[in-house]
């Protein structure tokens, strides 16, 4: 819900997100919609228990951390191209946002600016 005292603020840059949506595709230039998740990355510590017909699967709760990761999702919204990226490590530098991927692919977003 968005407070009352913020509407205005709100209602217009989702104005300006919707006349951006709007503008014809430029391949050079694409809109580009983008999300992050950050996720504990986990391991088990015993073996989990095979299945048997009627039984659910059995796993204990112990498990051993591995570390961290974020999940970078990307949608470009007119042409429908999306992609998910699992990366362990990310940099912002100035008005870019450098990814690099487990398999060492280098992903770099322009970040504007108001």
Partial sequence: MIP????????????DVLDLYAQPLDPLFPVICFDERPCQLLADVL????LKPGQP???NDEYERKGTANLFGVLEPQTYLQDL??????????????????????????????
């Avoid at 073996?47 to 095979?50: C, L, Y």
């Avoid at 990226?85 to 991927?101: E, Y």
């Fill in 4 to 15: 009352p005292t913020e509407n205005a603020g709100f209602v217009a840059v989702m104005e």
């Fill in 57 to 59: 699967l059995r796993e």
């Fill in 85 to 114: 990226q699992a990366v362990r490590s990310f940099s912002v530098a100035g008005t870019q946002l450098i990814l690099i991927t487990q398999s060492g692919k280098r992903l770099v977003f322009m970040v504007p600016t108001r």
């Fill in 47 to 50: 073996t989990p228990i095979p």
